[in-house]
């Protein structure tokens, strides 16, 4: 019994629709435990000096992953491997791996050795704490991340090439759990450095979900002198995906020091929020990119009419369930926040500026999740430099806009306007919803530009977009109002004291609301809505799609 549910685990699916369930499905899994390991956080430390110190120390490992660990990723290695010989792998994923610890690590030790002085420049503010000694050293102990993640990446290709599915849904799980731990166990023996030994441990395991995989293939793989040839072949490809990564990480990092700068909590509150949207955007977004990934890289050359109708049917799925996810969340915000963070030390402030960020980043969904549909399809049809420039553009973009709100200080007309409009203009710190909302506008300036790069490779792309954004709308319209009257009817948040009621509160409202949701879309006889209901009743026969590649395993 226990095989048969792994081997249907791990078998691959037929279909674009079947396979972005099951990715959802998986996506899922990791997600509710990212919530734990925020939940956590909350509890033991809340919104302020501690965890804004962990949030920022993390920012610089999360570069030096976009810059050298996804150069070797499996997003460039699994075409190179698919159909040769064990032996061959096993030669060409060591020397891979081992340039990527030699070069990786040689970038590592060089900022753990300049450690003190990047973190002052980046965060001057953090430098007369009394934890800043701690401080550094878990910015220096985070550094051993992303080798790990990136070797996870390395040899997560083979795991993927033999579509184990369930140990690739297994690393992000064991991952979280290792942070978790070290919150809960090692922070109060160690302090600060305590949870880096968590992620470091928690990405030991990572890397160890890997292993079975390698064994059942029989690919060895080992430290050795890698050959420039070899290396430069890999990392040409690598290059433009890598910065366009690195630019994210960048705009991210920028948008942290503002944050940092404008009081205890700020930091953390902006990340969070990142977090609870996250799970959205990878449930639809990230699911449905993924999977039409492979399809779009096999139309891309041989037939564009089918490589449109991929890329045109996809992003409808995005722009529908995006609108109808941002009707609700925006109404159910606040009630997200409490279920999953209002515990410990996180406040009724600190719960409501969160939320507030949230209604603010998810606003941006259907933006993110074409960007990741829309990268995807340009590197299809061999336009791999486009993202990266477009990711610096709204990198820039972002940057700026961020910068000029913080200038322009609580007073501003933004910030002034933002936090009237979402009803914390009583909330200290309400200046750092400023800086999501420069976020948000800098994901649609990159939809813009992504959408615009694809008028040839994908004609009539951006007119087969407006009926499934306008029916989207009327949808989230239905979603929001059912949901809002459900939470009338139930009573005021303030007054909910046990996180079970919350949830109940917030799960019955939500239910209510996609319901409504639901409805008006069949009234409308919305295609998108029929295509899912016709693909779950067809139970499609199953055969291979590409996981997703692990690259941002948060």
Known sequence: MVKRLLERISAPVRGLHQAAYLLAGLTLASQALALLRDRTFAHFFGAGHVLDLYYAAFRIPDLVFALVSSLVSAYVLIPRITGISREEAGAFLSETASFLLIAGGALCLLLALFMPAVLRVLYPQFAAEPDYGPFVLLARILLVQPLLLGLSGVLGSVTQVERQFFLFALAPVVYNLGIIAGAVLLYPIWGLPGIGAGVVLGAVLYVTTNIPSLARAGVRVRLVLPRVAVIRSVVRDSVPRSLALAMDSFALLYLTTLAAALGAGAVSVFTLAGNLENVPLSL?????????????????????EAFTRVLSGSARHIILWSMLALGLVIVLRA??????LGTGAFGWDATRLTAALLAIFVAGLVAQGLVLLFSRALYAVKQSWRPFLYQLGGA????AIGLAFVAAGPGGVVALWLERLL????????????????STVGEFFLAAASLAALRSAAPGLASSLARPLLEGVVAALAAGAAAYAVLAGLGSLESLTKTAIVFAHGAAAGAAGLLAG????????NQELLDILGSLRRRAPIRAVLPPSGEEPT
Do not use: N
């Open 335 to 340: 009630y997200i926040v409490r279920a999953v």
């Open 518 to 525: 639901v409805l008006v879309l069949l009234a409308l006889r």
């Open 284 to 304: 639809i977004g990230g699911s449905y990119a993924v999977a039409a990934f492979p399809a779009l890289s096999r139309h891309a050359a041989s037939d564009r």
């Open 423 to 438: 009803r914390v203009d009583a909330v200290p710190g309400g200046l750092v919803l400023s800086l999501a909302f420069a």
């Open 396 to 399: 820039l973009f972002a940057s």
